[in-house]
């Protein structure tokens, strides 16, 4: 099988739900973050809710899934590119690539001009490469966050 038909990109469905709870409840120690459901991470409880877009990168075989991105509506204009995550054994494939540009093309799709992000440097050093490479620069805090400290846009051509 080869590396592409390995992995498959899902949209979020509710029986999803305990998977993805799991699949955080794992993955953001990896990045020396902890997963908070009742706190910052509470939008994930809700998805439909939360976020206009949201994918799954899953394991063929498995189903189990390995990595999520999303979008959130920030006004008519701009989103914000939200959940970018993948276990640590699966860096340096592409597939953090592949998922995030699904979602920015969704985002061009939906009639969004301009996407923004926040992240940790500390945490996120290959994650903000890879935003660099898709074209994100660095802008000044568009948003209040307790965290974050790198704040990146994207304009949609």
Sequence with gaps: MADNEKYVV???????????????????????????????????LNVEKAYEYFICLKEQESGQIIGTCA???????????????????YHGMGLGTR????????????????VYLDTISETSGRAIKMYERLGFINVEKYHDTVKSDVFMKLILK
């Design 10 to 44: 899902t949209e979020y469905n509710k029986r999803d739900l305990n998977s993805l709870l799991e699949f955080f409840e794992r993955c953001l120690p990896e990045s020396g973050r902890i997963f908070d459901p009742k706190g910052v991470h509470k939008s994930l």
């Design 71 to 89: 979008l959130k509506k920030i006004d008519d204009m701009k989103c914000e590119l939200k959940c970018v995550y993948l276990y640590k054994k």
């Design 99 to 114: 998922i995030s540009q699904l979602t920015l093309d969704r985002a061009k799709e939906q009639g969004y001009r301009e």
